[in-house]
């Protein structure tokens, strides 16, 4: 392959079917990249059993590695005694076997004949230098040769490190980097070629700090885990509980490497296991896959060892209230201040890992990046920090900082004793990103970020503190949305209410912008500045004006790392307690409910009948009237990690913003004329169990997506690629959909089918008397009411329905009791 | 009280291996062809006779339609190369409809309507799942609280047995795993070897590294439910398939089977036309209903009705064929009747066996019958629940 030419990626081989390897295999179906799967062959039965085994674990593993669970089906099993012959074909290979020089060295033996001539080969080694390896690749092909550092689990990790070696061609990287960018979604950081590069080499770092801290303060493990989550901006498994999750034997290799090739670093002597971690892990206490590390499960109960005792006890430690109270200090000066004036060892204790955290950044940054930029977004996409190290220094004030580190320094309280580069005393330095870019101290100027056309696709990439950001030019503003363009024919319109909900003046301030969009633009982008895309209804009324902006951290990406797991798991409870439907029901104002009803349809049905194609660009979260939005767009375009769903059902509601509706169309549509119950059943089941889609591709499974809507991969381009649907909708003439006047319905006959399946679920204890009701509705509502089966309706007799029926639920004092619950509490009620 | 004028005889009772539904062997098996098998052997086996003289074959099927739709039983025997002049109508009495083919078959010779019958059981729960491609319930079930049972799947009807009768999760559980060590015992034993006949699937499959059609061919002589793996333990850890407290569980419920089989009957004068020895004699059919919500419990009103019809005692009957709809339903109806567990189901039943709904009362009269020969016992009986609440008892003499 010459420089110039782009990379076509039509297949990829992964060598090595462990834990990482399968699971960059899985993302790379998700991708819709064909992969072959390579591991060993199997000594007996099947030769393929090992990597089929794998395959199949894939398909158990939560959260879950895969966008769609049948496409574990799509990954083309291999192994080096049969299959070598099929590397020819594999534009990129992607090697990710044990961290062992030696067993590396003999499959490269093996493999290096059978690749093709424009193979690139990378390895995901974390550890092992990326030169050496090269070493042992044969020459003539190490200029396709460098390596891709994925982080577990790499579906929903968005950092990838880029390293070359010496002899690496420069446009194969940047190639590569955009296939990683664009077709896999990942954020890339180049690294240097050293022990660990940057994401490991400072995070694992950052958790040796935190051991040598606790234990010279003689904090439990369970209280550094509240202190260091997300008190401080880190993802709720914290420390230890980190560590458990990757295992203390990884964690144990990854410190080692650092021990036994870093033997000049300053902090060497911290490169070590301490003794009681390294009798867990002999005693085969490894953490989560074993079941058993620094915490167990017994029963019901986590308990967590105690150093002292060297047993285990309930885990029961907390942040001491007078340190929360610090920690939730807003103005990063002050918190920072607080911190280290205090006396209290809690507070001591995160002063000190942070300084030496600090410490170790500044005068390794040289060495292991370009710049500064790319130490934060390495830790931040690859540890899933709100802030980079850098970030929060900058932001706590650099020079205050940077004079207490020289203090503590001076009297021996920091680790090592070595100063702080001379960089950081500058007289005229107040951090390291400003608005001409990033420190770099190799350089000693700001590096800008990269140039590369991949880049161009991200109008607004993730965002590094210091950097001016304004996001294009304001059509119009209310209390609810903000409409706005970027210099061409698209009017985009973001909503400013916490968590994006929806409420009366999101739906006056969407209306208006749909006015907008047709008389002066082309086309109407709905696309929020930070996911979720909207966690639903908001009926509760906004106070006309001091409707404040959503806040802006600088990491989104932080932040829904730290919230995947909990958002699979409990979807449908968060955008319930949205549904602040209690101030209404409690003032007895039903008939304000039933008018901001009526609105919603209103504004849904403008989005799918608007002049100019309307456009919903998802990220993150799109439940209930969210996910309403969505199915009446013209077109919706999401990113892999978007999840949407209709989940009134979960507080005693119905979905009325058109969701049955339309789900009711499509039913009928796909029948062609022929049985709609099958169809039906799959979108009754949905909303009747507020099923949420894990991802985008299962939502379309679930039907919330249609076949013509798009899966985008990385959420930095969402934007881009949602206006280019836009433009294309336009360009192609078009025109909104006819109204159907003439929609066959199940009718009654289909309600009383969908009542029998219900009936069996009450009669087996599955569900309520409540429950029950809830499920006749939407049946009656998705059925079409209690009309004959195979009559003819429109879309209003339909949206009457969802009303009607919606409005009978909420006057139910049980619908009012579920809705409150879950306001209080924010955990479902079932009566 | 009957009115018959002449004894009606089984001469012949053959019927397929069972398989597994909806992914055992004959989940490509088409039942109109199985159907068609069993006839064509069971006609193999009375080389007297002259197949014009069949007067009609009834078809016992629970879903009859897709596959099975259409009058199976006419296409069948057209398909089996009976001659275009013998009828043949598919009746549906859900888990009876077998045996209720043999019933009706019966019924005509003694009334003297006819001197040779086929009567015949026929389900593919692979093809065809149990309710139907195309469920559909009536509004006014949920009218009335009292109808709602119609609408119960046959997994609560069963919890609703084990609650009303307190038959506990222990006892559901060892007896699944003693149906599944009988049916062991009797298929290695070869029990069930002179009733089976073995079918020749043959399944067109692309062969998409070839590039052509493969056909692959099996022999289809073993039923493929029984399974040598269970124990009370691995019953045990199952949980409950219905409801969600329940006892009820997928390894103490029947199977989802694929099967067919064929009874050949014949009055004493046609029989000996043919130059055929009996194998039994048909003594009776009755059928009852209960309660739709406790269906499983069906057998205890129709066993003693039939008993009494045909004048014989309960103790007089030295082999029981109980279909196991649910260890359930089977053990409230034995404890409520006081049946001897050791007469019930020798050989396994339809928990280990499977159970083809339509098909299994002329699959279980196969078995009953060969049965009672080969251990030269004298009475014996077929009986089963059937859904929407009824219970149904065939009697048979061997020989």
Redesign the interface.
Known sequence: MSAKSPLLVRKVAVLGAGVMGAQIAAHLINANVPVVLFELAAKEGDPNGNVLKAVANLKKLEPSPLATKDRADLIEPANYDQHLDRLAECDIVIEAISERMDWKADLYRKVAPHLGAHTIFASNTSGLSINSLAGVFPEAQRNRFCGVHFFNPPRYMHLVELIACSGTDAGILDELERFLVTTLGKGVVRAKDTPNFIANRVGVFSMLATLHHAERLGIGFDTVDALTGPLVGRPKSATFRTADVVGLDTFAHVVHTMRDTLPEDPWHKYYAIPAWMQKLIEAGALGQKTRKGVYQKVGRDIQVLELKTGAYRVSDGKADEAVVEILKNKNAAERFAQLHASNHPQAQFIWSIFRDTFHYCALHLESIAHNARDLDFAIRWGFGWDSGPFEIWQSAGWKQVAGWIDADIATGKTMVAAPLPAWVGEASRNGVHGATGSWAPATQDYQSRSALPVYRRQPFPDRLLGEERTYGKTIFETDGVRCWHMGDDIAIVSFKSRMHAIGDDVLQGVQQAIDEAERNYAGLVIWQIEPPFSVGANLKKTSGSGAKAPPAPPSALGKLFKNFKREAESLALKAARQLGVADQLMAGKLAEVEHLVEQFQVTTQMLKYSMVPTVAAVDGLALGGGCEFIMHSDRAVATLESYIGLVEVGVGLLPAGGGCKEFTMRAAAEAKGG?I?PFLQKYFKAVAMAEVGRSAEHARELGYLRATDRVVMNRFELLEIAKAEARALAAAGYRPPLRAKAIPVLG??G???I??FV??MH????ISDHDRLIAAKVATVMCGG?IESGSLVDEQWLLDLERQHFMELIATEKSQERIEHMLKTGKPLRN | MTRQVQDAYIVVATRTAVGKAPRGMYKNTRPDDLLAHVIRSAIAQCPGLDPREIGDVIAGCAMPEGEQGMNVARIGLLLAGLPDTVPGMTINRFCSSGLQAVADAAARIRLGEAEVMIAAGIESMSMVPMGGNKPSFSPAIFEKDENVAIAYGMGITAERVAAQWKINREDQDLFAAESHRRANWATDAGEFRDEISPYAISERLPDLERRQIAVRTRRAEQDEGPRRDTSVEALAKLKPAFAAKGSVTAGNSSQMSDGAAAVVLMSEAAMKRCKLEPLGRFLGYAVAGVAPEVMGIGPVQAIPKVLAQAGLKQEQLDWIELNEAFAAQSLAVMRELGLDPAKVNPLGGAIALGHPLGATGAIRTATLLHGLRRHKKQYGMVTMCIGTGMGAAGLFEAL
Do not use: L
Request: glycine share 12%.
């Open positions: 049985d119950s009654r006959s309600i009383s089918t009542r029998a009936e069996n009669a087996g204890g599955h209690d």
